[in-house]
């Protein structure tokens, strides 16, 4: 799954949906401070550290509405919930279980 930033609206669509083996944000160019005032403006998250790199912490339930008519499959919601499962034994979902913990690609 990618979470794109676009130049017009909605500012984050949500591309390859149905690939649960990734999870990335690109950021299509923009620098880190306007990505972070995108994400937090859309509802869709923040940028934050960790591990000494800076990443982006998106709303698990932001994907789930951007996944659109697909997350009313039960296919789909089987591999959603089967990535947040794996992504949490990895230490990529925030403590609270509301996000996922993302690398950041193509920032400015």
Sequence with gaps: MIVRHTAAEPAFVLDE???FRGFAVDAAG???PTLDAALQGASVGKLGPTEGTD???ISIDWVRAAAGELSSSE???SGFDNM???SKNKGWITEDGTQIISHI???A
Excluded: M, Q
Aim: net charge negative.
């Design 105 to 107: 690609e193509n920032a």
């Design 75 to 77: 296919e789909w919601l």
């Design 30 to 32: 923009v620098d880190l």
């Design 55 to 57: 990443a982006a912490f």
């Design 17 to 19: 949906a149905e690939n």
């Design 84 to 86: 947040i499962a794996y």
